[in-house]
């Protein structure tokens, strides 16, 4: 199943011309994970013809307000455009009460079930072909970082092996590519002569906003793709330090300590109307590093 990822808001803390408010939605198959639900979200996100009523989940990461202005907005246009799916929100201690107390003062157009999950670390999904755990991020506020796993798929089932081996085409084939051990005549045969090794699912890691830390890291490991806060470049680091946020090369050392294979500088001050130095700054520690831009979209493969 292809996985890709959207950047719906790109920039951090007040949009400038260039970058709207933070928001990622990440498509598996028909499936839509949505990761902050900046001001402005909604349109990018039909612009981006995610599609209204598909299995969806949105996690936020904190009750800072470029992170979840977008969201009572969101919700309420959804059903306008037809949603009759339930829908789920994870996020901090304080999401629920910020959903119901909007809903409160202004009702919200919402035709759909809503379940709202306050989680704090460890797993908080657990579907058939994917995870999602969350780190506590560093920032001044209780904020969360979320890493996205798919399990391991079933290793490639080798047709010529079978045929070689003797093994007629129909249900015994399909039990070797369950992994199960088969009886052709009184001969055991092993699905490992045939299925080669578990295939790595895809893991993305959302992690803003933040200073470089060390759960982040060890919630990264591995990643085929980490999406980091880097608000700032090298000359405002202290700025970076003191609004609990990193700089570019601070995200390129978390990706190079996590072994991420790729990084994706993201929340970016509407300070840079031209941003590339963050990205020749993070590139010097970490070559596979990408700048992101409001639509743009890139697949991910393991
Ligand atoms: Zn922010
Ligand atoms: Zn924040």
């Known amino acids: ?77 959804l059903s306008f455009m037809g949603r009759t799916r339930e829908l789920e929100i994870i996020g901090p201690k304080g999401i629920a009460q910020f959903v119901t107390s909007v809903n ?62 003797g093994i007629p085409e129909g249900p015994l084939w399909k039990k070797l590519q369950m992994s199960e051990s088969i009886m052709v005549g009184r001969r055991l045969v092993s699905s490992r002569l045939v299925v080669g090794p578990p295939r790595p699912g895809v893991k993305i890691t ?32 202290l700025k970076a330090r003191e609004y609990g946020h990193s700089t570019a090369t601070e995200a390129a050392q978390v990706a190079k300590k996590s072994k991420s294979r790729k990084l994706a500088l993201f929340h970016i001050s509407a300070m840079y109307e031209d941003a590339t130095p963050l990205l020749a700054q993070a590139r010097k520690s970490f070559p596979t590093t990408i700048l992101t831009q409001d639509m743009a979209t890139v697949s991910v493969a393991p």
Do not use: W
Not at 207 to 218: I, K
């Open 1 to 77: 199943m292809s996985v890709s990822v959207t950047f719906l808001g790109t920039g951090g803390s007040v949009p400038s011309k260039f970058r709207n408010l933070p928001s990622v939605l990440l498509r598996r198959g028909p499936e839509l994970l949505l990761f902050d639900c900046g001001e402005g979200t909604q349109r990018q996100f039909l612009q981006a013809k995610a599609g209204t009523n598909r299995k969806m989940r949105i996690f936020i990461s904190h009750l800072h307000g470029d992170h979840v202005f977008g969201l009572p907005g969101l919700l309420h246009s």
């Open 206 to 237: 959302y992690a803003v906003d933040t200073r470089p830390c060390e759960a982040v890291v060890r919630l990264a490991a591995g990643s085929d793709l980490l999406i980091h806060d880097s608000c700032f470049d090298d000359s405002a680091s």
């Open 104 to 165: 409160r003062v202004v009702k919200l157009y919402s035709e759909f079930p809503i379940r709202i999950k306050e989680v704090g670390a460890g797993r908080v999904i657990n579907d058939e072909e994917y995870e999602v755990r969350v780190a506590p991020a560093k920032h001044g506020v209780p904020c969360l970082a979320f890493a996205f796993q798919e399990k391991p798929k079933p290793g490639r089932f080798d047709p010529a092996k079978a045929r070689k081996l």
